[in-house]
């Protein structure tokens, strides 16, 4: 018997393209049963525009104001690389951009956009549940930055396994500069084995002999990628020098499912919901999750053990 990694590394991988199932939004059987066989759910188009733009040019305004924007080029979404050299960008920009950004009121209300809502208003049987611990992808491209590890997110999340990701870009963004990838049918497999990985998060799921379909896709502002918390997917690498790659990871699951008491704090702890919250015009998406029942689930350190899964 051989361990999954050394399986994993002699398969060459095969690469097919996103079914788009926005025909599918009106009919919640036939949603269920592409999500249940493919494990994920793509939508072309789902969101308008202008207020990922809009998102997309406040994010590079705060990049400007700590000084990594390219003077010439930085509208256009081109990072100051040579100040990159040295930096510690922890998932994939500094601690300062990082705190501005989540700050952000149009950025946590955009969780609360009914193109996302009526998804899982349709996929779920009861009341949805948006996660506050949004997710802002802000990665600057410095020399050595590795590209995100295939994993599931559930060994960071935990809480239901029937926890859905929403991933889109805030503007266009070509296989070139990034985007997310995603392991056929990986979802079937439960709970995987996770080993240490370069990237974001530091665990990557070993991965067997012949778990090599990988779909990936040239995203359009706008498309919307989906998946359940064992869907393996990964970072694609960006080949485009000096471009910024800017997306939104956003949470939702069903209201009466478990979910763990850190998917309700601000992303990596960087401020309090009170200094989230300072200088927002509204309170309507404050703290909203705090007038709800919630079934809170213990978080389990022993699923992120790092473990060697053996192959048939």
Partial sequence: M??????????MPTTLSFTDSTPLLGDREALRARADGDGYLFFAGRLPAEPLLCLRRKILEIVGRHGLLDPERGGEGFAHVEK???LELPGGCTEGIYRDVQRLESFHTLAH???LLEIFETLFEG????HPRNIARVLLPAPDAAATPPHQD???VQGAT???TAWFPLGDCPRELGGLSVLEKSHKKGVLAVGDAAGAGGLGTILCRGEDT????DYAVGDVLTFPSTTVHRGLPNRLPGRIRLSCDLRYQDAYDEIEQKSLEPHRNILTWHEVYAGWSSDRYQRYWEDLELMISPWDESIRWQKERICD
């Fill in 162 to 164: 029937e926890t859905w």
């Fill in 2 to 11: 051989t361990t999954a990694r050394s399986d994993a590394e002699t398969s």
């Fill in 84 to 86: 990159l050299r040295g």
């Fill in 154 to 156: 559930f060994i960071h």
């Fill in 113 to 115: 956009h009914r193109g």
């Fill in 127 to 130: 009341p949805v549940l948006p």
């Fill in 214 to 217: 990988w779909l990936e896709h």
